[in-house]
């Protein structure tokens, strides 16, 4: 099994700067950018 790395992103304040749900899950929202981090 593949160990899983967590990217090193202050996450309270990643979240502080959403303000719309675009924000969150459109193309480049903090979503996206968590898990390209993740992937590579």
Same mark, same amino acid.
């Given at each position: &099994?593949?160990?899983?790395?967590?990217?090193d992103?202050?996450?309270?304040?990643?979240?502080?700067?959403?303000?719309? &749900?675009?924000?969150?899950?459109?193309?480049?929202? =903090? =979503?996206?950018?968590? =898990?390209?981090?993740? &992937?590579?």
């Open positions: &099994m593949k160990e899983i790395k967590i990217p992103i202050n996450y309270k304040e990643e979240v502080k700067k959403c303000k719309t &749900m675009e924000d969150v899950v459109g193309k480049n929202g =903090l =979503l996206q950018r968590l =898990l390209k981090s993740v &992937m590579n």
